[in-house]
T-cell receptor, first 114, second 115 residues
Framework: DTGVSQDPRHKITKRGQNVTFRCDPI?????LYWYRQTLGQGPEFLTY????????KSRLLSDRFSAERPKGSFSTLEIQRTEQGDSAMYLC????????????FGSGTQLSVL | DQQVKQNSPSLSVQEGRISILNCDYT??????FLWYKKYPAEGPTFLIS?????DKNEDGRFTVFLNKSAKHLSLHIVPSQPGDSAVYFC??????????????FGTGTRLQVML
């Protein structure tokens, strides 16, 4: 299977702890996105990489959040000093770009902050 | 504010009949629309898309219609099959967002296709 993979699938943490998620995109895709989905809502855009460059960040992404994509391959999303409001599904997507861009999503990491 | 609205949280349809899922939007800058399907414990899967220069796009059992004047789009599935049971998200991209696909999603409609 050469789809987008995310690790871990589930993460339970205590408030105040740091967590890191990993995303491996489809290998030939140069674009990588992070979205967040809370219960009863659709996914919301967080940030976007073109190769290794982080080009856009949503205002939803507070200073406690940081994302990297070293060497333009896999990406990590770190949340420092987690809060209960951070509990959500964190989705990674990749694409080839283009005018009719289609995002391919991973299965997500479900974060629960106790 | 919810720029993409899916006002029906759920829909039940008999197998073999047509399923019609609706989506309304408010942002006139949206120029590209997509439908995603999501099964439990999986990420959204791309289904079909339509550009604002078209009013219809068809792919097998799936057809998306766009009415720009009403800011409304709909997804038709015919005939509906039990495997179509999933949550369907409408998503839109604005033409002023640069090159990135910063999609704005609706809240989803849960479709149940009954035997």
């Amino acid at each position: 299977d050469t789809g987008v993979s995310q690790d871990p699938r589930h993460k339970i943490t205590k408030r105040g702890q740091n967590v890191t998620f990993r995303c491996d995109p489809i290998s030939e895709h140069n674009r990588l996105y992070w979205y967040r989905q809370t219960l009863g809502q659709g996914p919301e855009f967080l940030t976007y990489f073109q190769n290794e460059a982080q080009l856009e960040k949503s205002r939803l992404l507070s200073d406690r959040f940081s994302a990297e994509r070293p060497k333009g391959s896999f990406s990590t999303l770190e949340i420092q000093r987690t809060e209960q409001g951070d509990s959500a599904m964190y989705l990674c997507a990749s694409s080839l770009g283009g005018a009719r861009e289609k995002l391919f999503f991973g299965s997500g990491t479900q974060l629960s902050v106790l | 504010d919810q720029q993409v609205k899916q006002n029906s949280p759920s829909l039940s349809v008999q197998e073999g009949r047509i399923s019609i899922l609706n989506c309304d939007y408010t942002n006139s800058m949206f120029d590209y629309f997509l439908w995603y399907k999501k099964y439990p414990a999986e990420g959204p899967t791309f289904l079909i898309s339509i550009s604002s220069i078209k009013d219809k796009n068809e792919d097998g059992r799936f057809t998306v219609f766009l009415n720009k004047s009403a800011k409304h789009l709909s997804l038709h599935i015919v005939p509906s099959q039990p495997g179509d049971s999933a949550v369907y998200f409408c998503a839109a991209r604005a033409k002023n967002t640069g090159t990135a696909s910063k999609l704005t999603f609706g809240t989803g409609t849960r479709l149940q296709v009954m035997l």
